[in-house]
T-cell receptor
């Protein structure tokens, strides 16, 4: 099956700075890579996703890049704000329709 | 609001007991997934149903079972509960069969086994 690794596990940035979270996957057949934001006491919420036929996708302050050859993908948040503080999960769609999640990154944006 | 609903929000029970968690997917979604989230294990995929049929199985214990009903809501049954079953249980849904593969998560059920 698929194996997704995520780094770092915790990340603190100053408000206005950028944050980068990286994930690697093992199954070259994986073709869909969503990112989720989970706030305290809530379920994960999809914030951006990318499919394997695209190298980069951007939505306002959030962007995701995918390197299929190296089997890694990254989440970039620019101009961070305190409300960006949350746990972020990457995921990869592996065999069938199973999703495999990274272990999460706890992001703290310091005002 | 993702459109996925889960009940109950919180559940406190004792070891050895059985509980049922309920999930209603987003309107039009045919697939339902169940996940367990604990502090030490992260998000673990348990099982997936598509249009009433089991589609994929993950790390689901034999003490746990699930089903999806004709109206597409799903229930996760947890029996002979142990302290280690205390966790957040999430349901997610997707419109499998269409080009969209996005999963939408419900707010979760927090289970505490005492």
């Amino acid at each position: 099956g698929e194996n997704v690794e995520q780094h770092p596990s915790t990340l603190s940035v100053q408000e206005g700075d950028s944050a980068v979270i990286k994930c690697t996957y093992s199954d070259s057949a994986s073709n869909y890579f969503p990112w989720y934001k989970q706030e305290l006491g809530k379920g994960p919420q999809l914030i951006i996703d990318i499919r394997s036929n695209v190298g980069e996708k951007k939505d306002q302050r959030i962007a995701v890049t995918l390197n299929k050859t190296a089997k890694h993908f990254s989440l970039h948040i620019t101009e961070t704000q305190p409300e960006d503080s949350a746990v972020y999960f990457c995921a990869a769609r592996g065999d069938g329709n199973q999703f495999y999640f990274g272990t999460g990154t706890s992001l703290t944006v310091i005002p | 609001d993702s459109g996925v609903t889960q009940t109950p929000k919180h559940l406190i029970t004792a070891t050895g007991q059985r509980v049922t968690l309920r999930c209603s997917p987003r309107s039009g979604d045919l697939s339902v997934y169940w996940y367990q989230q604990s502090l030490d294990q992260g998000l673990q995929f348990l099982i997936q149903y598509y249009n009433g049929e089991e589609r994929a199985k993950g790390n689901i214990l034999e003490r746990f079972s699930a089903q999806q009903f004709p109206d597409l809501h799903s229930e996760l049954n947890l029996s002979s509960l142990e302290l280690g079953d205390s966790a957040l249980y999430f349901c997610a849904s997707s419109a499998e069969g269409s080009p969209k593969e996005t999963q939408y998560f419900g707010p979760g059920t927090r289970l505490l086994v005492l």
